[in-house]
């Protein structure tokens, strides 16, 4: 199994949520489920202004290990398990969300994710559908949910799905990016899933944009 490679929702995920985390007033508990090589705890705990502890996860046992060498930072625990499933006995004040969700003919058709597991379905959405099926038991009631919305997957449903389970909802600024050439070989089949709202992007000078942002979910209802 490959390791996914810092991308610009892994930047854009690094500097909202540590934005956000800097505002908490008291030491916390923070989580990050899909955590790759753990590069956007790791930009948290070093712009960090409170000695919180922080939990990391990803199904990926390599991506695990290379996290575990990457961060020196002491109060962190790490473990292997799909979604919140390795937490059962934990409560969390901030829970970041970093697990794969673009629809999976893309993924396969991408370098991003070649060797890493995906398996988000048709509107990239199967993964979050699971995680907030069971994110009562993770996160604290007045907790903060943080996860990347890619238009690469079912926007409309993903918000639609957040406003379901929270109080209040806010987003950064939407970052504009050229989808890689790999697109244009299928591009039938992506119009297709664009007309069925499965996915989103926009053609500008035969140029393909995709757009990217965090949504910030604060208190669950
Ligand atoms: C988009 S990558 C993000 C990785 C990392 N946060 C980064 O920015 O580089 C998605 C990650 O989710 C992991 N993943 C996929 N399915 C998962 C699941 N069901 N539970 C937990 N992690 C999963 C993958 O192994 C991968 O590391």
């Not at 209040?168 to 709202?197: D, G, Q, R, V």
Request: aromatic share 12%; proline share 2%.
């Amino acid at each position: 199994m490959k390791i996914f490679k810092e991308n610009l929702t892994s930047k854009i995920l690094q500097k909202n949520s540590s934005k956000l985390i800097n505002k908490l007033k008291i030491k916390s508990n923070i989580l990050e489920i899909g955590c790759g090589d753990g590069n956007i705890t790791n930009f948290i705990i070093k712009k960090r202004k409170k000695n919180h502890n922080f939990f990391l996860s990803d199904v990926s046992e390599v991506a695990v290990k290379k996290a575990k060498k990457k961060i020196s930072y002491k109060k962190c625990q790490f473990k292997i398990g799909k979604w919140l499933d390795p937490w059962e006995q934990n409560k969390f004040d901030v829970i970041i969300s970093d697990v794969s969700s673009i629809n999976d003919f893309i993924a396969k058709e991408s370098e991003w994710y070649n060797g890493v597991e995906c398996n988000s379905g048709i509107d990239g959405l199967k993964n979050i559908e699971k995680i907030l099926a069971s994110i009562k038991k993770n996160l604290k009631k007045n907790g903060l949910f943080i996860l990347p919305v890619i238009s690469l997957s079912n926007e409309k449903k993903m918000i639609r799905l957040l406003d379901n389970k929270f109080k209040k909802i806010s987003f950064s600024e939407k970052i504009y990016w050229p989808i890689p050439s790999f697109f244009k070989n299928k591009l039938a089949k992506y119009k297709n899933l664009k007309k069925k709202s499965k996915i989103n992007f926009e053609e500008k000078f035969g140029i393909y944009l995709a757009y990217t942002y965090s949504a910030n979910c604060f208190g669950l209802k």
